[in-house]
């Protein structure tokens, strides 16, 4: 009987590593990769329009990062599996994404084989975890539990945008510190206001100072 062919969707913002994958994917009978985004917001469109089993997600990503963009792709497309393909495995980002939904997460220096037979075995309800990222996963379990602060929820691009909000910084001020547009700073201090559960700019700056957030 012939195999089903695993659609997988590329995001990431460097070309090319986009070109890397799709090149080394295509050698693979069973895996086609139906399209690519340099951006969250391109991502999560191409994933309706597309509908794939799979998403390759790149974390550190201008803009929309990778685990907003995973919550949100899975919101809207709870279907797919969505593999985290990344540099990192610092605490901050591990845990916020493998919450937002991610079903496997690899490193980029993995082999070719290896993410081909992650992206199968995603397909088949089976999580693959890179092992220093499933050893941080079974160390927080045995860790006593705590309950968790409101700012621990923010990713590390909207505490460096805290922290300037906290400074007195406009949102243009932000934009040309960061080197990101307006419209992503306003993006970013919606979902900062919303996790942090205040009204407006100055309360979040507060509650910065108060949490030793800021100097």
């Known amino acids: 009987m012939e195999e089903t062919t695993i659609k997988v969707l590329l995001v990431d913002d460097h070309e090319m ?8 994917l295509s050698t ?4 086609e990769v139906v399209g690519e985004a340099s951006g969250g917001q391109e991502g999560i469109r191409l994933a309706l329009e597309y509908k794939p089993d799979v998403v390759l997600m790149d974390l550190v990503m201008e803009g929309m990062d990778g685990i907003e963009t995973t919550r949100r792709l899975l919101q809207q497309h709870p ?20 919450e937002a939904g ?7 220096t993995s082999r070719a084989a290896e993410i081909a037979q992650a992206i199968r075995s995603a397909v088949k309800g ?10 941080k996963l079974m160390n927080r379990f045995r860790a ?8 621990e929820e923010l990713t590390e691009r909207e505490m460096e945008v805290l922290r300037l909000i906290a400074a007195g910084k406009s949102n243009q001020d932000v934009a040309d510190e960061l080197f990101i547009g307006v419209k992503t700073v306003k993006f970013h201090v919606t979902n900062i206001l919303a996790k942090l559960g205040v009204e407006d700019r100055t309360q979040a700056a507060i509650y910065a100072y108060k949490n030793g957030l800021v100097e």
């Open 79 to 98: 279907e797919c599996k969505v593999i985290v393909l990344t540099s990192f495995i610092d605490d901050e980002k591990i845990y916020p994404v493998i």
């Open 17 to 24: 590593v986009r070109i890397g994958l799709a090149a080394v």
């Open 102 to 108: 991610a079903f496997s997460y690899l490193l980029k």
């Open 28 to 31: 693979e009978d069973d895996i």
């Open 126 to 135: 089976q999580s693959v975890l890179e092992s220093q990222v499933a050893s």
């Open 144 to 151: 006593p539990k705590q309950a968790a602060q409101p700012h």
